[in-house]
């Protein structure tokens, strides 16, 4: 018996069939040896132990895009013992399809745009034995519409090789679709960039409608150069061009995928017996825009938010216009420098100086010198004995002088006081500045964090509605699992469109604090916890001395009693209540006090005439005189208003002390809750670093046992959410440490950045002294 069955598995191992299947390509690259590659593993994984899959590199042959080459190379496929042919390309796509008796099994695969009408979209089947053919849902009229909605452009650039331009209708079929789009378009032979550019005159935009064949070098030659020029360009190709360069495409990654799978299973079908004609030609493809963010940045084309919900984009959040990128120091000094409201509030000080000026200015002379031309009543002149004559032109200089007064002396006082309140007023928003400067720097770096996880979060939901849909046709779960996904994705894009107008939002709120353009295109740099510059900073030792229980207390003491020391808030109400002191001792003592000076004048008579201009005789009229004196003032009563002016002041200092002491808790309570912060930042970024990998985990797990499944679309979409939130809590979480440590320096009025690395060390080496002492 058991000799039988080892009999009967040697006889069905011997009629296991081998199959040879040739190889026709129009070009090779590195991307495309990659995608053979690929197509082979999965056709081997697909077939399995039914037959025994061969690729002899022998008859995997390529044309170089040469028609004859091309011809020559099916022929002897044909001819030799080739099992299966299998074609990609538009070189080969035209040689077999101009066949009509395919003599060996074919399997075309490309240059089959619909909008060329090479074959029948309607149908289901290729109808023809020993041939079928798979069809995607390019489209070139659908691509110029997208790009057409996105740029608004008036004349397009249609790149192909020369090659496929002798071979498919490409003038005929673009002339039909700009005439329905209302487009001018220009057909242009893709050759190197180097030749390109004299051909792109006129233009306002490129499409890539062939290209499929080029390297990774010349796709990033040719984006390059169309960024150079600020083109927007559209591939008809798949993302691995948008990810060299290209702005945009309408396939998204997994339609490769797609394409190579239904192949497989194709070949697989017709090893197992299912005639090639009779076999489904069509292959379903997603449909959305791929954008590759840098490059329409960098040719300053914004993506219209209306058509946001279906797009994905690719690359760094960076803006490649940038005007300046700064880092934290820097946009701090320069807000410093620039910032509009603090020059409003610097311009207080320089206001206050000038009431100083004007206090001090009480005891310069005052000069003045004036003319007069009198006329009399002659009746009257007549009596005046010479002083009072008719006519009369005559000029006086006076000097007024003061010596002494303590009035003038406790308004110089007081302005001195209040201009240093000023200053340390401006200190005060100079601190303020800094902060928010920091605070609008991290929101910015919070909002790109998100926005990368956002975007990463419509990955996964793309990928979620791919298992529903294979989960659907396998009758593994309902439709409903699609239509639910359909609408988590609707949902994560909107997400995604909030996260990116809330970026800008803060782009502007950070150039409205730097003095720039509110529209400036600016960047920043990472901030993480590995940074240089928190390296530099004694952040280490910071953090040691709050996470150690025995110096977290005398640490805080420590920083409070530093607040209270540094606080311009407290030093403006200090010099607050110094020039109130000054009022009160001007309305006390200081007002029995005299107030001294000195006047004096010149006169001088220019003329006299009419009557009573002559003196009575035996005297001579002189025509310059002078006059000075010495004038002591001193207040006795002036209707109680010193007493009030007094009683007024004593009112003001006892409300600036309940100010001072309440601002004095105010710091202390700042300094501790910020500390405090800090430590609870300080767990949060290890806990959530935790919840994140574990969040990880469970969603893999969950997409796996919903494959199978094993688990439900509710489990999935809340293990989903819950990467999701552990996400943005771990990216959050380090900021969020971050600003609470410049949260603290505002506290104690003293940034660790804006302060040399010598200067931070005699900081903490300031506390350590008091410790041991």
């Known amino acids: 018996m058991a000799l039988l069955s080892f009999c009967l598995l040697q006889g069905l191992a011997a009629q296991e069939k081998s199959y040879r299947i040739g190889i026709l390509l129009d070009a090779n690259s590195t991307a495309i040896d990659s995608l053979v590659t690929e197509m082979k593993n999965e056709i081997k994984a697909t077939v399995g132990e039914d037959a025994e899959v061969l690729f002899p590199k022998e008859i995997q042959l390529i044309n170089k895009l040469d ?42 695969l490309g240059g089959a745009n619909r909008d060329m009408q090479l074959f029948d979209f309607d149908k289901e089947t290729s109808g023809i034995p020993n041939f079928t053919y798979l069809l995607e849902q390019d489209s070139y009229k659908k691509d110029l519409q997208r790009l057409h909605k996105l740029t608004g452009f008036k004349k397009v650039g249609v790149l192909m090789e020369a090659e496929y331009l002798k071979v498919l209708p490409i003038a005929e079929t673009f002339e039909r679709i700009s005439k329905e789009i209302g487009i001018d378009y220009k057909i242009i032979p893709l050759e190197k960039s180097q030749t390109l550019d004299k051909n792109l005159g006129a233009i306002d935009a490129v499409y890539l409608a062939g290209g499929f064949f080029l390297s990774e070098e010349a796709l990033e030659s040719l984006s390059k150069l169309f960024i150079e020029k600020r083109l927007p360009s559209f591939t008809l190709n798949n993302a691995l061009q948008v990810k060299a360069g290209i702005m945009a495409t309408r396939n998204p990654k997994d339609n490769f995928d797609n394409v190579i799978r239904r192949l497989a299973i194709t070949v697989e079908r017709y090893i197992s017996g299912r005639p090639l004609e009779d076999l489904p030609i069509l292959v379903d493809t997603q449909e959305g825009l791929l954008v590759n963010y840098n490059t329409a940045d960098a040719i300053d084309l914004p993506v219209r938010y209306s058509m946001v919900s279906d797009t994905e984009f690719i690359g760094e959040l960076t803006n490649a216009n940038t005007q300046a990128t700064y880092s934290l120091q820097n946009a701090i000094a320069q807000a410093l420098g620039k910032n509009v409201a603090l020059k409003s509030i610097e311009q207080n000080i320089a206001l206050q100086e000038q009431e100083v000026k004007t206090a001090k200015n009480n005891y310069l002379p005052l000069v003045s010198a004036n003319a007069a031309a009198d006329f009399t009543d002659p009746d009257v002149a007549d009596f005046g004995f010479g002083q009072t004559p008719e006519r009369q032109t005559s000029g006086r200089i006076q000097l007024e002088q003061t010596l002494f007064s303590e009035t003038v002396n406790a308004n110089a006082a007081v302005q001195k006081h209040l201009r240093n309140a000023e200053q340390e007023n401006y200190n005060a928003e100079e601190l303020n500045t800094a902060f928010n400067v920091a605070n609008a720097y991290f929101d910015i770096l919070i909002g790109k964090a998100n926005t990368e996880i956002l975007r990463a979060n419509v990955k996964t939901t793309q990928k979620n509605l791919m298992i529903a849909q294979q989960n659907f046709e396998a009758g593994i779960s309902g439709q409903s699992d699609i239509f639910r996904f359909q609408s988590e994705l609707a949902q994560n894009n ?131 005189t002078y006059n000075a004196s010495v004038v002591v003032s001193i207040p006795i009563f002036n209707r109680n208003q010193t007493h009030t002016n007094r009683q007024t002041a004593k009112i003001q200092k006892e409300q600036l002390e309940f100010n001072k002491r309440d601002s004095e808790l105010t710091i202390g309570a700042n300094v501790n809750n ?47 959410r819950n990467y999701l939130n552990a996400q943005l809590t771990q990216k959050t979480a380090i900021y969020s440490y971050l600003l609470s440590v410049l949260q603290v320096e505002r506290s104690i009025g003293y940034f660790f950045m804006m302060q040399p690395q010598e200067v931070n060390s005699a900081f903490i080496a300031k506390f350590l002294d008091t410790q041991n002492n």
Do not use: C, W
């Not at 030799?80 to 009509?100: A, H």
């Not at 395919?102 to 075309?108: C, S, V, Y």
């Not at 290890?686 to 494959?707: G, H, M, N, P, W």
């Open 67 to 108: 028609l004859q080459t091309a011809e020559l190379q099916y022929n002897q496929l044909i001819k030799d013992d080739t099992d299966i042919i299998l074609g990609l390309g538009v070189i080969i796509g035209d040689i077999i399809r101009r066949q009509k008796n395919h003599l060996k099994p074919t399997i075309l």
């Open 494 to 624: 909107q997400l995604m469109v909030e996260a990116f107008t809330q970026l800008e939002q803060r782009m502007i709120q950070l150039n409205q604090l730097l003095n720039n353009d509110v529209n400036a295109k600016i960047d920043i740099e990472e901030i993480t916890l590995e940074t240089s510059l928190l390296e530099t900073l004694q952040y280490t030792d910071f953090n040691e001395l709050l996470d150690n229980p025995v110096t977290r207390e005398p640490f805080i003491a420590f920083l409070t009693k530093e607040a209270l020391k540094n606080a311009p808030e407290l030093k403006a109400l200090e010099h607050t209540v110094k020039a109130t002191e000054r009022n009160i001792r001007l309305n006390g003592m200081g007002r029995f006090l005299p107030t001294i000076g000195v006047q004096a004048g010149y006169n001088s008579i220019f003329n006299r005439s009419g009557v009573g201009s002559s003196a009575t005789d035996g005297f001579v009229l002189p025509d310059n």
């Open 674 to 720: 910020s500390i405090l912060n800090v430590i609870n930042q300080m767990a949060n970024m290890d806990l959530s670093k935790v919840s994140e990998e574990a969040a990880k985990r469970s969603l893999a797990l969950t997409q796996t046992s919903y494959a199978e499944g094993a688990t439900t679309m509710v489990q999935l979409i809340d293990a989903q």
